[in-house]
Structures are given as structure tokens and as C-alpha cells.
């Protein structure tokens, strides 16, 4: 039998440092209640377990992939409760393709729109300038 020796709690800095994320950051997860309040040691140090380190890398990379905080916070609401069907966590992804669609035919839109402006600044000697009247439109 292997006997694993207690994995050593981390700091708020600890945590931010293994993670890539900013300190600031953490506590905000924390106040929003993306991340639990770790539990404290006797000098009152936050004790930041192996689940927290896991928790944050999930809410950082699903930022990563655009996902909104209420959209985290329901993913983690049906993590929490470890017996949800895939199907929910789908509905919740499925909803985010769609808005993720959404931005990328709108920046399609805007990159034709300044395509042109851009174009018909042509050597930038014109008087006036297209992409600033088209501002003012």
C-alpha cells in the first residue's frame, strides 16, 4: 500500500502563480462565488486545495473560450452536482455557439466595411478622409 504524503495548501499568490491568472482575479472569482472561500490555517492564511487550483483552470479556460460568468456558473452548478446529463452541459455550450456565430458574422461585417474605407483611402493623399466621413454617417 502507497501512502501519498498530504499535498501542502496554497497560498492566494501560490494559486495565481500556478495558474497564469492575476491575483486580483482570484479574489474576484472568489466574491462572485465562482470559487469557494478556501477554508483558513491557524496564522489565517487562506488554504487553497488541489480542487481550487482544478476549479480555477476550469473557470480561466472556459474565459478562454469566451464563455460569460453566469455561463461558467451554470457549468459549475452542473459540475457541482456531478449527476447531471451531458445534455445540459450541451444546451449551455450549444447557446454559447451561437453567440460566438453571432460575433463572428458581425466581425466579418466590420472587416468588409473597413476593407473598403481602407481601399478607398488609397495612397492617403485625398483631402478628405473616407473612414472618418463614414464615422460621421
Given amino acids: 500500500m502507497t501512502v501519498h504524503a498530504p499535498v501542502k495548501p496554497l497560498q492566494r499568490a501560490e494559486i495565481a502563480k500556478r495558474t497564469g491568472c492575476n491575483l486580483e482575479t482570484v479574489r474576484y472569482y472568489e466574491k462572485v462565488g465562482l470559487l469557494p472561500e478556501p477554508p483558513r490555517t491557524q496564522g489565517g492564511h487562506r488554504a487553497y486545495g488541489a480542487e481550487h487550483e482544478r476549479r480555477l483552470r476550469f473557470i480561466l479556460r472556459a474565459r478562454?473560450?469566451?464563455?460569460?460568468?453566469?455561463?461558467?456558473r451554470a457549468l459549475l452548478l452542473l459540475v457541482d452536482e456531478r449527476?447531471?446529463?451531458?445534455?445540459?452541459?450541451?444546451?449551455v455550450a450549444a447557446a454559447h455557439?451561437?453567440?460566438?456565430?453571432?460575433?463572428?458574422?458581425?466581425?466579418k461585417r466590420m472587416e468588409r466595411v473597413l476593407k473598403d474605407v481602407v481601399a478607398q483611402c488609397a495612397d492617403g493623399s485625398r483631402p478628405e478622409c473616407p473612414l472618418i466621413e463614414a464615422l460621421f454617417r
Fill in 83 to 91: 449527476n447531471a446529463p451531458c445534455g445540459q452541459v450541451r444546451n
Fill in 97 to 107: 455557439l451561437g453567440d460566438v456565430q453571432d460575433k463572428i458574422a458581425d466581425l
Fill in 64 to 72: 478562454e473560450l469566451g464563455f460569460t460568468l453566469d455561463e461558467i
